[in-house]
T-cell receptor, first 115, second 112 residues
C-alpha cells in the first residue's frame, strides 16, 4: 500500500523568501513521486517528477524537490517565492514507474504569499 | 504532454438527477482515470476506465452510482447518478503519458 502525508496544510511566506513544502511517503515498492500545483479554479499542473533517476529533481517555475529514501521524504522547495506561487500543492506517489497508474494524493498544502 | 478536454466545465443540478461528464484525449491511451475532489479536500480516485472491459472501482465507489463508459482509446464518460448535495465536487479525468499523469480542467458540480 502507498500513502502520502503533507505535513503542513497551510504555509505562509513573504514574497522573495524561500518556500518549503514537506512531504513524507510510504510505499511497498520503488515509488515514483510527483508534485502538482492547482491554482484557484484551474486544473492540476505537473511541477516535477521523480522516477528513480537523480535524487534532486528540478521542475518548472524554479521549484525543485529532493528524494531522500532514508527519510522517506520528497520535500518541495523554491529559493524565492513569487506572488504567482499562491496555490494548492499536492504531493503524489505511485508504486509503479508508469505514472498514470493509480496515484495516491497527499492532503494538499495551501500556500499564501504575502507582498 | 497529452491534452485532455472535459465537458461540461461546471453544472448545477437538481438532486435525484444524473449528470454525464465527458473526457476526450488528443492521443490514444490505455488507461483513463476518474478522480473526485470534494470541497477543500484532496483528490480521491474513483475508478480506472479500461478500454474493452469494465471499469475498476476503488473502495467506496460503486458502478451503480458512478457508471463509466470507455468506448475507445481516446474517450470516456463518467455519470454521477441519483445525485445528492454530497456529490457536489470537482470531478477530474486523468491519463498517463511519458511517465507522468495529466489532468483535465475538471467539472465543478453543484447539486441543489
Amino acid at each position: 500500500a502507498q500513502s502520502v502525508t503533507q505535513l503542513d496544510s497551510h504555509v505562509s511566506v513573504s514574497e522573495g523568501t524561500p518556500v518549503l513544502l514537506r512531504c513524507n511517503y510510504s510505499s511497498s515498492y520503488s515509488p515514483s513521486l510527483f508534485w502538482y500545483v492547482q491554482h484557484p479554479n484551474k486544473g492540476l499542473q505537473l511541477l516535477l517528477k521523480y522516477t528513480s533517476a537523480a535524487t534532486l529533481v528540478k521542475g518548472i517555475n524554479g521549484f525543485e524537490a529532493e528524494f531522500k529514501k532514508s527519510e522517506t521524504s520528497f520535500h518541495l522547495t523554491k529559493p524565492s517565492a513569487h506572488m504567482s506561487d499562491a496555490a494548492e500543492y499536492f504531493c503524489v506517489v505511485t508504486d509503479t514507474e508508469a505514472a498514470g497508474n493509480k496515484l495516491t494524493f497527499g492532503g494538499g498544502t495551501r500556500v499564501l504569499v504575502k507582498p | 504532454s497529452a491534452v485532455i478536454s472535459q465537458k461540461p466545465s461546471r453544472d448545477i443540478c437538481q438532486r435525484g438527477t444524473s449528470l454525464t461528464i465527458q473526457c476526450q484525449v488528443d492521443s490514444q491511451v490505455t488507461m483513463m482515470f476518474w478522480y473526485r475532489q470534494q470541497p477543500g479536500q484532496s483528490l480521491t480516485l474513483i475508478a480506472t476506465a479500461n478500454q474493452g472491459s469494465e471499469a475498476t472501482y476503488e473502495s467506496g465507489f460503486v458502478i451503480d452510482k458512478f457508471p463509466i463508459s470507455r468506448p475507445n482509446l481516446t474517450f470516456s464518460t463518467l455519470t454521477v447518478s441519483n445525485m445528492s448535495p454530497e456529490d457536489s465536487s470537482i470531478y477530474l479525468c486523468s491519463v498517463g503519458d511519458r511517465g507522468a499523469a495529466f489532468f483535465g480542467q475538471g467539472t465543478r458540480l453543484t447539486v441543489v
